[in-house]
């Protein structure tokens, strides 16, 4: 942005032949300013140049928050299989019903590669039926909790991130009208004055 500000000396007028001030107007974006808009300018573009930083982040906390919800579906039917198990005439094999857990959103097939990326590659006899055996159901719901761990770990660290953009980005917003204000404070004072 930097690049495209440029200084331009305006002639000496009257200022400078009897006090020496030296007045200066500036290009910027092609136009002829002064200072005063210049700074308005640089601090709206700042504070725009960070809100861009906003929409990429609430989309990645948005997409984990999706994740974390199927995670949570499977372990939920996982933890029923697991719960199976615990009975005293329990077979080597136990099967439950995904369907309760799927949505447009959330299909089968989803399900599955969420099986696949937790270590599972149980029969798919059919899309509604999962069925595993103890050993692999313990295993997958302890590396479902830890997955589900990390991705909140992850979004908590992004939340922490958006904050302080957010932050950032209002200080701005608010630097900006501060100095809007000022500028009009300063040239209504000067016109009272003429």
């Not at 974390?68 to 094999?93: C, H, M, P």
């Not at 830890?146 to 209002?170: G, P």
Request: charged share 30%.
């Amino acid at each position: 942005m930097e690049e495209g500000i440029k200084r331009l000396e305006v002639a000496t007028d009257r200022f400078g032949e009897n006090w020496g001030v030296k007045v200066y107007d500036y290009t910027y974006g092609g136009y002829r300013t002064d200072l005063q808009d210049l700074l308005v300018s640089i601090t709206q573009h700042r504070a725009t140049a960070i809100e861009q930083q906003i929409l990429p982040l609430r989309d990645i906390i948005a997409r984990r928050n999706t994740r974390i919800e199927r995670y949570g579906a499977v372990l939920q039917k996982l933890t029923e299989l697991q719960s199976k198990f615990a009975e005293k005439d329990a077979e080597n094999v136990q099967t439950v019903q995904i369907s309760t857990v799927l949505t447009t959103e959330f299909t089968a097939d989803d399900f599955w590669a969420i099986l696949r990326e937790l270590g599972l590659t149980p029969a798919r006899v059919n899309d509604d039926e999962l069925t595993l055996g103890k050993s692999e159901v313990e295993g997958a719901v302890a590396r479902c909790k830890n997955d589900i761990d990390t991705l909140n770990n992850d979004s908590q660290r992004d939340m922490t991130r958006l904050q302080s953009v957010v932050d950032r980005r209002d200080e701005s917003f608010s630097a900006a009208t501060n100095l809007m204000t000022s500028v009009s404070d300063t040239r209504s004072s000067l016109i009272k004055n003429l």
